[in-house]
């Protein structure tokens, strides 16, 4: 399919432990689009951030492929990736320990420039610096500013401008408002946006929160314990959710509207089991309400409207 | 309806080498008994502050209080004894803290944690009662009471919730304070904790402060609102008055626009302009002038007083018959 910038087939992420396997990322095949947004959304746990370090090689992946443009990039020299590498870039969950806090903010933004080489020559870098500090809304006095003298919200913004200083094309931002304020977050999440329409770059959105994730997102994919229990584009997913854990997931956001105060919400029991070893078969089936012998059997991935994806024998039918 | 903590006019410093940080200025809230109170407001905005003063918690040398009162039923909180506090503490009125990987003790069992609240405030009781309330309360909060042998490490986050939670309610107090309980946790489990809290807190008939930076949790299990901005309450009313968005400060205002929901179609968010207000360096007027929409001269020069706009709803501004989005 033309249009394709990042695509895994079957990617797996497995930790050894000491009684076995961690399934972080089990099989997880998705496609995002050049300008599009994939939100990736699930409990602390079930491997989406595992996943979005897998994609860009943090991780070295256990199985399955990951393509870049169409090329994989598992199998790649070491010379081609680092060339590549520098299209696929990360903002990171905490503005507090992802800085190196004895480094200004002008050597933060500089540093990816000459570690990567895109552009040389001094005063081409201080242009470029420049450049993108101004576009993520740093101005220019926070040049010999250290991390600790800024709040959340800029040193966010501090993240993002390494991030976009090398012009990548595919960002993996994972969780990068969920340790700010509301009246940040906003902020941040519409610099995001500007980027995006600015750069036609395709993010993959990690985080937790549904409504941030609908706000920003084309496609969204839920997991559990590192499984894609569903796959739709966004409308889909809010309008025809079918599987009982998106289901229980959307009911549980506490929302501010009062129309929605009293109705009837499916409160989940149980907590998510361990990941290590897990059975073959469903492993959301311990906490569901509709649990039957037939979710002990693996569950596959089906398609039950154009580009709605569910693992669940119940929703297939 | 009566009135179980009265707060009034406190003032709260904390002095740092660089600097003073007041960070309450004014703060006026009164809390009615059987009711349970969203208090919200953003980091910074002294949420945790008035819980730490109305537990006379305040870290020593660095905390103080400057002036003001906190009443609880008829005790002067500012002038109790510690023997009087050490009484309160715990039994009437009792804290949930924000981080259960933290606040609990890592070489203690859980069932001697929650008993340890018994064995402090009720020393007359038969050992025997004892370890059944240590008991009852587990099963209220959904662990097994065979657990209570095990240690917090052995436990999920959840889990931990939970048992935070039991030994906050298991003195039965009349004022629970939840600084953020769930914060630290998942939607499905935030969804949990939250009902279970609410159903603990209507069969004890014990009132609560539930301090949250999240509208949407306020909406879904408080009864009342206070919105805390730069350490003063500026915004008191009740759900149906603050969140039908008729009549509001424009801080509560500007934090409704800037959370994205689940059905408007928006394709920004309009955020609130620029950073709040330097604590150590306090603006003379209105704390909020430099970010509001409807500013005036008036707002830059004095404060405005919390007024009443309608029964029970107070606002802090001096515009604050205007409607929502108006400027």
Same mark, same amino acid.
């Not at chain 1, 969780?175 to 304020?181: G, I, K």
């Not at chain 2, 600084?179 to 946790?185: K, R, S, W």
């Not at chain 2, 007027?285 to 909020?288: A, E, L, Q, S, T």
């Given at each position: 399919m033309s249009g394709v910038l990042v695509e895994t087939k079957n990617l797996k992420k497995y930790f050894p432990h000491k009684l076995g396997f961690v399934h972080a990322v089990d099989d997880v095949s998705l496609k995002i689009k050049k300008g599009e947004t994939l939100g990736v959304v699930g409990e602390s746990g079930c491997g989406k951030s595992t996943l979005g370090r897998a994609i860009l090689r943090l991780h070295e992946p256990t199985d399955g492929d990951v393509l870049f443009g169409g090329k994989s990039i598992l199998h790649m020299k070491k010379g081609d990736f680092r060339k590549i590498q520098t299209n696929m870039q990360m903002v990171f969950q905490d503005p507090y320990s992802s800085?190196? @806090?004895?480094?200004s903010v002008n050597e933060l933004i500089a540093e990816p420039l000459k570690v990567c080489k895109t552009v040389t020559g001094r005063t081409a870098m201080a242009q470029k610096v420049r450049e993108t500090m101004e576009l993520c809304g740093l101005p220019e006095r926070y040049n010999n500013i250290y991390p600790h003298e800024m709040d959340g919200g800029r040193r966010q913004r501090v993240g993002l401008a390494r991030a976009l200083v090398l012009d990548p094309q595919f960002v993996v931002c994972d969780?990068?408002?969920? *340790?700010?304020?509301v009246s940040i977050q906003a902020q941040i999440l519409n610099l995001l946006m500007d980027m995006q329409e600015r750069n036609n770059l395709s993010y993959m959105f990690i985080t937790h929160d549904l409504c941030v994730v609908r706000h920003i997102s084309n496609d969204i994919m839920v997991m559990y314990m590192g499984q894609v229990v569903e796959y739709a584009p966004k409308k889909e997913i809010f309008e025809h959710q079918a599987h009982p854990y998106t289901k229980a997931l959307l009911s549980a956001i506490p929302t501010t509207d009062l129309s929605r105060r009293n109705r009837q919400r499916h409160v989940l029991k149980g907590e998510v089991s361990n990941p290590i070893n897990p059975e073959p078969g469903c492993r959301f089936a311990p906490r569901c309400p509709y649990a039957s012998d037939k979710c002990k059997e693996p569950q596959v991935l089906t398609e039950? *409207?154009?580009?709605h994806f569910v693992a669940c024998h119940e929703c297939c039918k | 309806m009566e009135k179980l903590l009265e707060i009034k006019n406190l003032y709260v410093n904390y002095k740092t080498d660089e600097a003073v940080v007041h960070a309450l200025n004014g703060f006026t809230l009164d809390v009615y008994k059987g009711e349970t109170l969203g208090l919200v407001g953003e980091t910074g905005a002294g949420k945790t502050t008035m819980c730490l003063s109305t537990l006379r918690l305040l870290p020593e040398d660095i905390g103080e209080v400057v002036s003001g009162s906190i009443k609880y039923n008829d005790i002067d909180i500012m002038k109790a004894s510690k023997n009087q506090m050490r009484q309160l503490r715990g039994a009437e009125i009792s804290m949930i803290f924000q981080d259960p990987m933290t606040s609990l003790n890592p070489i203690m069992t859980v069932g001697e944690q929650i008993r340890e609240v018994l064995d402090l405030h009720y020393p007359d009781m038969p050992p025997k009662k004892r370890d059944t309330r240590v008991d009852d309360i587990m099963k209220l909060v959904g662990i097994?009471?065979?657990?209570?042998?095990?240690? @917090?490490?052995?436990?999920?986050g959840g889990m931990k919730q939970r048992i935070v939670i039991a030994m906050a309610l298991v003195s039965e107090p009349k004022l629970l304070l939840a600084?953020?309980? #769930? #914060? *630290?946790?998942d939607v499905t489990i935030q969804a949990q904790i939250l009902e279970l809290m609410k159903a603990l807190k209507e069969s004890f008939n014990s009132s609560m402060v539930l301090v949250t930076h999240d509208l949407g949790i306020v909406a879904e299990f408080c009864d009342n609102v206070a919105v805390v901005y730069a350490g003063s309450v500026i915004e008191r009313g009740s759900i149906e008055q603050v969140f039908s968005r008729v009549k509001n400060h424009p801080y509560t205002d500007g934090l409704f626009n800037c959370i994205p929901d689940l059905t408007s179609e928006a394709k920004r968010l309009t955020p609130i302009p620029g950073y709040m207000a330097d604590a150590s360096n306090l603006p003379k007027?209105?704390?909020?002038a430099d970010r509001c929409v409807r500013c005036r001269e008036k707002c830059k020069e004095t404060e405005p007083e919390l007024q009443e706009v309608d029964k029970g709803h107070f606002i802090k501004c001096w515009y604050a018959d205007e409607r929502s989005g108006e400027t």
């Open positions: 800085l190196n @806090p004895r480094m969780e990068p408002v969920s *340790a700010l304020d039950i *409207a154009p580009d | 097994l009471p065979e657990r209570k042998d095990q240690y @917090p490490h052995q436990f999920s600084d953020e309980p #769930t #914060t *630290a946790l007027g209105c704390k909020f």
